[in-house]
T-cell receptor, first 112, second 111 residues
Framework: DAGITQSPRHKVTETGTPVTLRCHQT?????MYWYRQDPGHGLRLIHY???????DKGEVSDGYSVSRSKTEDFLLTLESATSSQTSVYFC???????????FGPGTRLTVT | GENVEQHPSTLSVQEGDSAVIKCTYS??????FPWYKQELGKGPQLIID?????GEKKDQRIAVTLNKTAKHFSLHITETQPEDSAVYFC??????????FGAGTRLFVKA
């Protein structure tokens, strides 16, 4: 998975609790992305980063925030988890904004 | 909004047969078209891609074709093998972080 790790790999949490997912890369790629994957929807972009402390919203950003304090780490936070945020979350990286993205192994999040 | 439609959602073929997955896109500014393969419990992995200045690209048993006029692009897998069984995603990108993915095709290759 191109030097990308995600943690945790699985998490079950209750509605209303905060959750933080971590993506760590060893490729020194500039661009990092968070996607969610749901049946029938493919992959949808939540947030992305184009450098340290430089982030922006994607297609489905409501209820999510991100932070990138180091090149290698990109954090996704659900401030108050809802059942609609039950999903599989993938981190991706790319060296160039117009080239291929490399995906991590994913985090399966269940909000009960 | 912009979207990518992918068909079929499920495809079952006999080992050795060919498999074709088709996608259409709506944003005429799209210029990069990657295909990803996702195995169970893993992240998507790029298998082939094509840019808008090319009509066809091949890599061993895999080929992709692009018809910009019709906004269609397709993945062709020849001589399918059981290990080709997976979910395949097409995507269309205009660059600038805007990559739209299709909903996926689950391919079953029967031995």
């Amino acid at each position: 998975d191109a030097g990308i790790t995600q943690s945790p790999r699985h998490k079950v949490t209750e509605t209303g609790t905060p959750v933080t997912l971590r993506c760590h890369q060893t490729e020194n790629h500039r661009y990092m992305y968070w996607y969610r994957q749901d049946p029938g929807h493919g992959l949808r972009l939540i947030h992305y980063s184009y450098g340290v402390k430089d982030t922006d919203k994607g297609e489905v950003s409501d209820g999510y925030s991100v932070s990138r304090s180091k090149t290698e780490d990109f954090l996704l936070t659900l401030e108050s988890a809802t059942s609609s945020q039950t999903s599989v979350y993938f981190c991706a990286i790319s060296d160039n904004q117009v080239d291929e993205q490399y995906f991590g192994p994913g985090t399966r999040l269940t909000v009960t | 909004g912009e979207n990518v439609e992918q068909h079929p959602s499920t495809l079952s073929v006999q080992e050795g047969d060919s498999a074709v997955i088709k996608c259409t896109y709506s944003d005429s500014a799209s210029n990069y078209f990657p295909w990803y393969k996702q195995e169970l419990g893993k992240g998507p992995q790029l298998i082939i891609d094509i840019r808008s200045n090319v009509g066809e690209k091949k890599d061993q048993r895999i080929a992709v074709t692009l018809n910009k006029t019709a906004k269609h692009f397709s993945l062709h897998i020849t001589e399918t093998q059981p290990e080709d069984s997976a979910v395949y995603f097409c995507a269309a990108s205009t660059g600038g972080f805007k990559t739209i993915f299709g909903a996926g095709t689950r391919l079953f290759v029967k031995a």
